[in-house]
């Protein structure tokens, strides 16, 4: 009975714990997209620069029809409509969390515009008006009374638009006038627009659904620039760990039971002023000793130009060959850190009075370290067991740059210079959802270690 009262209590434990993960990575992506959406220098900015460089050259500049970079009116709304800047910033993070639609194929149509003709009959200017589908090229004829959409048919066929997935609503000149104000917040004087009709699909298509969106610099895919560079961060995510963990514990055990000898003193001198020196430091010495001037390495990639004419033994030797610049860079940060809790932690348990009893009563030295006081120094070292789920997303960024190798840490670093809010949103999501399956893998794994920790 308190066998299973014990395990009933775990499972609720972890299981709150996991049902905490989905609320906190929405206040996290949720800040941050709030932060893309009002820093300077988005997707918007870019794109008007460009315009108001082309229009400078062109000798297009202060042309008549034109608004901000030489750009009209009509081509500013499509360029919010392309990044999604169009809605407020709650839709907008509905919109990518995949929990409100997408506006697809935008279509507009001014009332009172000329093309009413083509429908036969007189017709009343102010309450109709003719919309070309875009990307499809039909017409459609919409009707409305007292700013109420009365009916929306294709002019060809008669038929509903809504047949074939179509919505359609009605903007008022405040409603236009509003977004004029939004996007131009410095404006003192306001256009005058008639009211208009907007044609569009929806769809949903965000995180739920799998999609992260498109790159506002590159136009490609999220999910594919993101798997692209898991490879290389999981490369030297698992080589980095397996050294780490290879050479600290022995390292961490060795310097506890020679305290103070030359051994500790040296490796401890040693450590530490790998310790000190950044991993994007060490390399770039490196790279200039040992790359430039001897020639021992390869300055920069992953690989040769000529790799893939290598067999599979050169391939796999050219590859050890632009690796070991990259990993002592990684490795060498947390030599000092794992190994001085390994030994910190074993020395204390050495001078605890369980270990004292214990070889007292006969038990050999040798197995009251490795049976009894090793075994509870690697409780604190077992904490960060769960971290290893971040290999995916690891990585260094300067170490990346030192060595112009393509992972995740300088994605990261080039979405936030080009402020290319989709990549950013999308190895935020990923990085804080593995950080946060970390911690509850290190409470599972502290838990199965350690005897002492109780879920009453």
Known sequence: MIKNTSNYLVKSYFLRRLLLIPPTLIGITLLVFMVTRFVPGGPMD???QEASRGADQGGK??????????????????LEEQFGLDKNVLIGYGQWLGIAPRESRISKGEFGSSGEETIGGSVDMDSTAVVVLRGDGRLVHVSCADSKIVSAIF?????????????VRYETEGDRQERYKRRNPDAREQPSYPPRVVVYQTRFAGLIQGDLGRSTVYNDPVDEMILARMPVAVYFGLLTAFITYSVCLPLGVLKALKHRAFVDTASSVLIFLGYSIP?????AIMLVYLGARMNLFPLFGMTSPDFDLMDNWGK???????????LICYAVGGF?????????NLMDNLAADYVRTAVAKGVSFRRAVFGHAFRNSMIPVATSLGSLVEIFIGGSLLVETVFDIQGFGLLQYQ??????????????TIAAFLMLIGNVLSDMIVAM???RIKFE
């Open 279 to 283: 991993g994007f430091a060490l390399g």
């Open 316 to 326: 796999v030797k050219d590859l050890a060959h632009h690796t070991v610049l990259p």
């Open 46 to 48: 870019r794109m008007l």
């Open 415 to 428: 979405s936030v210079v080009a402020r290319d809010g989709p990549v950013i949103m999308g190895t935020l």
């Open 61 to 78: 500049r202060g042309s008549s029809g034109q608004s901000q970079g030489g750009l009209s009116e009509d081509q500013l709304e499509e």
């Open 336 to 344: 000092a850190m794992l190994t001085m809790l390994t030994k910190n």
């Open 449 to 451: 270690v350690d005897p």
């Open 155 to 167: 002019v060809e066929t008669g038929q509903s638009i809504s047949a074939e997935g179509w919505n």
